[in-house]
């Protein structure tokens, strides 16, 4: 193809990446025009076929289409996401209608779904190995979901809905990042910074810097691994309240960035595309594809945590009320000082605090963690490649290997926060992992990326986290690994692209290898003086694994008892999001000391797509199965125990979506979950 626009060249890069330093936001809209003509030919000729519908003339060839077109989104959607730029964000505005109009039109396409269609009425009688059968239902539904089923003018309507959502979703993002950015409390003298350890005043400092500010300033901004810190140690009451309002208050601000009135009307669109196909409200058709299946199951699980976390939670105000009291401070308990009176309730009770752990926990450091536990476990290797650039010098690109040296996939991970990238943690990939990709050679190798957005140390200085920080950075290698193991014929089965509430599995259950002690040994090394944790702060920190729980179980399920209740609502027109927020937080009886994970105006899991709307249940629902999963290896005796981790790889890590979660999980574990040891991990249940 003869053009100067990079993205419609051969991509001769490292292993098929997209070629980043060529890439403007204008190659894109002529990109995807070529790439949405090319789509629309490739349907239409295999809808046109002369010869009967079978699964290698139909099913095969439609997983097949589309190379340009997807080779192109992955690429459009990272750098939306990780390194955007006003001309970018005006292409996602501008591209959002077309782009879903595009999706409509391939799964309303009405020649294509009467071959699927034709397939799926005798599926039984084909003669299909459980994984091809396994696509033909799953291609089937996605069509039928799609509204391939609707009459004429009912599509019609449905394409105009799912163009308008696009829309707003991207609006609602663009309006939380601005906000985000838009946001910094500057601190510029000693009695601003008072209570900041030196980890804190350090990455405030990088914060200026990156922010352009003069030297000598320290900038608290909405990330939430700078945020959390300053909540946590400031003993300025008045700015913490400052800090947690800003935080809190992101797309509820008057103005261009507002996101109330666009909530609402997403929420009116869902209502509308679930009656479309029939169901009362847009909750009971995202759970119509689910594990769960019901808007009764998924209420049941959080029947079961709410009320004992509550009871936790309860307990622990209890504990910071008396520490107030010791200090002599008079004023009511508020949002703004929960995590300020833990973190010295923590110290006294457990003689703990991140200022003593953090330096045990340097960034470099834990990656090697990573990578140590997946060479254990599933024999990888992960090689890195100093001289591949991706779209930013931050992210760093590494060859992944298996245990004979091949070349298994290619791995990009981006650690750290900064204006352009979207807040929050999260997995994607510039390509997955598929064998029904003829001819394309080692590109059917997955390209998988991790984001985080962790606080960037001092220049020169090592990047120290968290031990909530660690845990998200396992958390998404866990995601990682579920689209780099993958082993699967077909594109649209592969790796991550499973039910929604099974997905966090497999990134919930590699959680649980960060508090290993043989890990922590090995890796947790003093970031100064090299040494290894010591027994005695490794014995403060089980003794402190349930402190808090109460408080953080309780701000994860108000969100999804609200995101539950918003998707139930059968009216036609969407809630004032904010009085309904306040209504139905005041039923459930939710301590405004406590507050929400995420309110409705910047909860980007609920509307910057439609992933986990009506879904955010699903962390709860994974944790059942990954702290029942993780059992297996405590009664193999070993968290490395090699029988364990193969049957994890062949039983879920490699299935992708080829096999039905429910049989999947059962097949690794040997029965269906039990939801004790969840309740025993977060402290809700005697051990």
């Known amino acids: 193809m003869t053009t100067s626009n990079p993205l419609l060249q051969t991509w001769n890069t490292h292993y098929g990446l997209p070629p980043f330093a060529q890439i403007e936001a204008a190659h894109f809209a002529p990109a995807f025009e070529a790439a949405l003509r ?8 295999i809808a046109a076929q002369a010869q009967a519908p079978s699964f290698a003339n139909t099913l095969a060839a439609f997983d097949r ?35 879903a109009a595009h999706n ?30 396994r696509l033909l239902e799953r291609v089937h539904l996605d069509f039928v979901r799609a509204g391939a089923r609707l009459a004429p003018a009912e599509q019609q309507r449905y394409a105009q809905v799912m163009e308008r959502l696009a829309e707003l979703n991207t609006q609602f993002a ?81 103005g261009a960035t507002d996101n109330r009135a666009i909530a609402r009307e997403i929420l009116s669109l869902r209502n509308e595309q679930a009656r479309l196909h029939g169901h009362a409200c847009y909750a009971d058709y995202a759970l119509a594809d689910t594990m769960a299946g019901s ?15 509550k009871a936790a939670a309860q307990r622990e105000r209890e504990l910071l009320e008396g520490e107030m009291a010791a200090l002599g401070h008079a004023h009511g308990l508020e949002a703004w ?11 006294v009770r457990y003689e703990l605090d991140d200022a003593q752990v953090k330096p045990f926990f340097a960034l470099d450091a834990m990656v090697q963690a990573l990578f140590d536990c997946a060479q254990r476990l599933f024999g990888l290797r992960f090689v890195y490649q100093p001289e591949v650039a991706a779209y930013h010098p931050d992210v760093r690109v590494y060859e992944v290997q298996n245990a004979a040296g091949e070349l298994r996939g290619v791995f990009l991970h981006d650690n750290f926060a900064r204006p352009t990238k979207r807040s929050g943690a999260w997995m994607n990939a510039l390509r997955w992992q598929a064998r029904n990709l003829q001819g394309e050679g080692s590109r059917t190798l997955p390209i998988i990326l991790n984001n985080n957005n962790f606080a960037k140390g001092a220049a020169g200085e090592p990047t120290l986290l968290s031990f909530d920080d660690v845990r998200t950075l396992f958390h998404e290698f866990g995601h990682g690994l579920h689209g780099l193991l993958s082993d699967v014929e077909f594109e649209r089965l592969s790796g991550t692209q499973v039910l929604r509430d099974f997905v966090e599995l497999p990134s919930q259950i590699f959680e649980h290898w960060m508090a290993e002690p043989e890990v922590l040994k090995k890796h947790a090394r003093h970031v100064k003086t090299g040494e290894a944790i010591p027994d005695a702060l490794l014995a403060k920190l089980k003794a402190a694994e349930h402190f808090n729980q109460g408080y953080e179980t309780v701000r994860y399920c108000a969100s999804a ?44 899991h609920l509307f910057s797509s439609s992933g986990y709307a009506a879904g955010y249940y699903v962390y709860l629902w994974a944790e059942v199965l990954d702290c029942d999963g993780f059992e297996a290896f405590v009664e193999a005796g070993s968290a490395f125990d090699a029988g364990v981790a193969q049957r994890l790889v062949d039983c879920i890590l490699s299935v992708g979506n080829s096999r039905e979660p429910g049989a999947a999980f059962r097949a690794f574990r040997g029965r269906d979950a039990v939801v004790q040891p969840m309740l025993r991990a977060r402290g809700l249940i005697p051990a």
């Open 38 to 45: 090319s789509h629309r030919a490739e349907l239409d000729a």
């Open 65 to 99: 289409s589309g190379r340009l077109l997807a080779a192109l989104e992955h690429a459009f959607y990272t750098l939306s996401a990780s390194a955007t730029s006003p001309e970018l964000q005006a292409a996602q505005r501008a591209l959002a209608a077309p782009l």
């Open 104 to 133: 409509s039109a391939v799964y309303m396409h009405a020649g294509l779904f009467r071959r699927v269609d034709a397939l799926y009425q005798q599926r039984t009688a084909l003669g299909l190995s459980p994984e091809q059968l």
């Open 174 to 254: 663009q309006n939380v990042l601005a906000d985000e950015n838009g946001y910094q409390l500057l601190l510029r003298s000693e009695a601003e910074l008072a209570g900041l350890p030196d980890f804190v005043r350090a990455s405030a400092s990088q914060a200026a810097l990156d922010r352009g500010l003069d030297a000598g300033l320290y900038a608290i901004t909405l990330s939430r691994s700078l945020i959390v810190p300053f909540l946590s140690f400031s003993e300025r009451r008045d700015l913490r309240e400052q800090a947690w309002r800003a935080w809190t208050s992101r797309g509820e601000n008057d």
């Open 295 to 309: 808007r009764a199951a998924v209420q049941g699980l959080l029947d079961q945590v709410w009320e004992p976390a």
């Open 337 to 347: 000082d929960w995590r300020y009176y833990a973190e010295k309730v923590r110290q």
């Open 561 to 604: 008892i609200v995101d539950l209740a918003a998707h139930s609502l059968g009216a036609a027109e969407g809630p004032d999001i904010t009085a309904f927020e306040a209504e139905t937080m005041r039923a459930a009886g939710l301590p405004a000391a406590i507050g929400m994970n995420h309110r409705l105006a910047h909860f980007q």
